[in-house]
């Protein structure tokens, strides 16, 4: 099993920046995906970025160029840093672990990110 565990949201005013964390913890795969999915209300959950153990990141088109993530292996933990930050970008962020197969997917509590305008 997987634990995951996310940290860093908060209220940010448009134009700011604001840095989200998640730790793993259980048994993690030697390959495995890391990333962000975020919802707003009304509104389907949706890929923010992922990112495999060997440090490859794809992007969701609303948040390239705004949006790194990266990652500490040792820590097992993923990281999100968002700058740039929009008012539409507001939702609960959801940290998401799955084994490079996408068999065995563990979800976090969420974290909320607000953007005033």
């Known amino acids: 099993q997987v634990q995951l565990a996310e940290s860093g949201g908060g209220l940010v005013q448009a134009g700011g920046s604001l840095n989200l964390s998640c730790s793993a913890s259980?048994?993690?795969?030697?390959?495995?995906?890391m990333g962000w999915y975020r919802q707003a209300p009304g509104k389907q959950r949706e890929l923010v970025a992922l990112i495999t153990t060997g440090g490859g990141a794809s992007y969701a088109d609303s948040v390239k160029g705004r949006f790194t993530i990266s990652r500490d292996n040792t820590k097992n933990t993923v990281y999100l840093r968002m700058n740039s930050l929009k008012p539409e970008d507001t939702a609960v962020y959801y940290c998401?672990?799955?084994?490079?197969?996408?068999?065995?997917?563990?979800w976090g509590q969420g974290t909320q990110v607000t953007v005033s305008s």
């Open positions: 259980g048994s993690i795969a030697s390959f495995n995906v």
């Open positions: 998401r672990y799955s084994d490079s197969s996408f068999n065995s997917a563990y």
